[in-house]
């Protein structure tokens, strides 16, 4: 099992990398938190956090309707 959640892990950082070069707009969406400093940089994806959420959310309930 964690060997499997480990993989979901994997795939899922993969996918944000991805969305990155293909330039989609996960990690800059309206709602995402950042604040640059003089030598510092502070960044939370709040939107981001929110939409993955909801979207695995709808993933565990679909599959756990199917098993």
Do not use: C, E, H, Q
């Amino acid at each position: 099992m964690l060997l499997f959640i480990g993989g979901i892990i994997v795939v899922i950082g993969a996918v944000m990398v991805f969305a990155g070069r293909l330039n989609l707009p996960l990690g800059r969406l309206p709602g995402d938190i950042t604040y640059r400093g003089k030598n510092t940089v502070f960044y939370f994806p709040l939107a981001t956090s929110i939409l993955l959420s909801i979207i695995l959310s709808l993933l565990f309930w679909l599959f756990s309707r199917r098993g």
